[in-house]
């Protein structure tokens, strides 16, 4: 461990701090979590990952400020899933009735996900989802 370079706090006859102890940190990380090299990116729509949130089963490949738990939702009848999170925005695809999409992130009126577990990103309209359970 790092040695403490100095006591933190002095209280008269309080008990000085040891020089090595649970609050110092290892001079390098080394593992799973340790940052290795640039972020790498991805093409919009084929990952669950944008610049500020990814799917919980990317957290050891992309690096983002959140990670989310997906949220099941079944597609109701004429879903659309669309590049950006608006009823004007590009249409990807017709999403299947009765499908799984999952939900990683819901603002307003829209939430974006994933069509299943492998399927394309985007965003659909919350009233065209119904949650599971």
Not at 21 to 49: I, K, N, Q, W
Request: contains cysteine; proline residues 10%; glycine residues 12%.
């Amino acid at each position: 461990m790092t040695p403490l370079s100095a006591p933190i706090f002095a209280f008269g006859d309080a008990q000085k701090l040891a020089p090595e102890d649970s609050y110092t940190r290892p001079p390098r990380l080394d593992g799973m979590l340790a940052m290795t090299g640039p972020s790498v990116t991805t093409e919009p729509g084929c990952l669950p990952v944008r610049g500020d949130l990814a799917h919980i089963k990317l957290a050891g490949r992309y690096f983002v400020p959140h990670y989310a738990v997906p949220m099941p939702h079944a597609i109701k009848a004429g879903a659309v899933l669309r590049a950006t999170g608006r009823a004007d925005g590009e249409t990807i695809m017709d999403l299947p009735e009765g499908e799984t999409f999952n939900v990683l992130d819901i603002a307003g009126a829209w939430t974006w996900g994933q069509l299943g577990e492998d399927g394309p990103v985007g965003y659909v309209a919350l009233t065209d989802l119904e949650a599971i359970g």
